[in-house]
């Protein structure tokens, strides 16, 4: 297949990263007979610099004209001082509105070799962890009325859902659950919120269509609890904005390791935006020294989401299982009796076990 994939390289160790991720994506291309073409564009601090704002218009055109768009990171200290309105990560919000992404994917496994990096008991993670993550994205408490009283001491935030925000977001969940081990966990806090009981109803409404996934209802304090007791239990898990915030972050933590998480926003077609879920780490910029696993990953997720190709997507998968396998370790990851390699040897060990 002939595929159009637009780079955000960004800032900081942005360009590093994203290097390496094409290079697995070429890799697979000439491996399976398919042509990628790549069209690199500036995002976030980047973009301030060559064009004065973080994200401009044409740039997004062309994310909303290809098959999908691959990021590193946005931000930093050289961009500190630049108002609030034009900041780096208002290029990255303008652009999952401008692309209309409403769903946020984020996997959590944890690679057996990287076991140690888990902050749960040994016998908590013997079960294999294998969660998807679906947070709402563009809807919830952070898109509401806000208001706050004359003299400063009260405030309110309006938390709004409607039934086709839940449903669509829903039905990504459902469709992702049959491709995987047909299990779906809504989360919520229908005990006591009105949009979580709007919520509860539409997915049990979509469930109807749905009747070999296993659909279970869990109030998000018993979800973070149980995110840490017993995190084999769930497969997909579907949540809102503000509690997918908190609940992705926390499985981020339960994998171990920021450098190896990859993300994907998606909309209602098949057009997406993936990228690793750290920042620009500014602290190791330029040093040829940061983990590119989660934008490789990143990748894996693109050819699964965007282009269809799960056994590309597999592939890549089972070669960052390979190298790490191999005990191969950016310095992130690294412990004792590793081989400690840098960015680029990471990425050439992952493309070379495709
Ligand atoms: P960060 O994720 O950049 O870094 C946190 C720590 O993790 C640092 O010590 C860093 O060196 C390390 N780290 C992160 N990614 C790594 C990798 N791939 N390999 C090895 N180590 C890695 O978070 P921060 O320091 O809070 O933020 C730095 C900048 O990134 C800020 O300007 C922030 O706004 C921005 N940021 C951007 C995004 C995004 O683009 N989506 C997300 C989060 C933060």
Request: charge should be neutral; include cysteine.
């Given at each position: 297949m002939h595929a159009n994939i637009v780079t955000l390289p960004g800032d900081y160790i942005g360009p590093e990263i994203v290097a390496q991720a094409v290079k697995v994506l070429e890799k697979v291309a000439e491996k399976y007979g398919h042509t990628f073409s790549f069209e690199e564009c500036a995002l976030g601090g980047a973009s301030i610099d060559a064009?004065?704002?973080?994200?401009?218009d044409e740039t997004l055109a062309k994310c909303n004209a290809a098959d999908a768009v691959l990021m590193g990171s946005v931000g930093g200290p050289k961009w500190d001082g630049v108002e609030a309105s034009r900041r780096p990560e208002k290029g990255l919000l303008a652009l999952r509105k401008g692309m209309q992404v409403f769903a946020n994917l984020r996997p959590c496994t944890i690679h057996p070799q990287l076991a140690?990096?888990?902050?749960?008991r040994p016998d908590i993670i013997a079960q294999p962890i294998d969660i998807m993550i679906l947070r709402e994205l563009t809807g919830d408490i952070y898109f509401g009325k806000r208001w706050r009283s004359e003299d400063r001491t009260a405030a309110t935030d309006e938390m709004a859902y409607s039934e086709m925000e839940v449903e669509r977001l829903a039905r990504i969940g459902f469709e992702m659950a049959m491709k995987r081990r047909k299990k779906l966990c809504s989360v919520d806090k229908a005990n006591v919120l009105e949009c979580s009981r709007l919520w509860r109803e539409t997915v049990a409404k979509l469930a109807k269509e749905y009747p070999e996934v296993e659909v279970t209802y869990m109030y998000v304090d018993n979800a973070a609890m149980q995110l840490i007791?017993?995190?084999?239990?769930?497969?997909v898990m579907i949540t809102g904005n503000l509690f997918g915030d908190i609940l992705s972050d926390e499985s981020a933590a339960i994998a171990g390791s920021l450098g190896m998480m990859p993300s994907a926003s998606l909309g209602a077609g098949t057009r997406g935006l993936y990228e690793p879920i750290?920042?620009?780490a500014p602290d190791i910029a330029g040093r040829d020294i940061a983990n590119p696993l989660g934008t490789i990953l990143s990748g894996a997720l693109l050819l699964r989401h965007s282009l269809g190709l799960e056994k590309e997507a597999a592939a890549i998968e089972a070669a960052v299982t390979q190298v790490l396998d191999e005990g191969y370790r950016t310095g992130d990851i690294w412990s004792e009796g590793c081989t400690r390699v840098g960015c680029t040897q990471m990425g050439d060990l992952v493309a070379a076990r495709i």
């Open positions: 064009c004065g704002v973080p994200l401009t140690g990096a888990c902050p749960l007791l017993r995190p084999s239990q769930f497969d750290h920042g620009s």
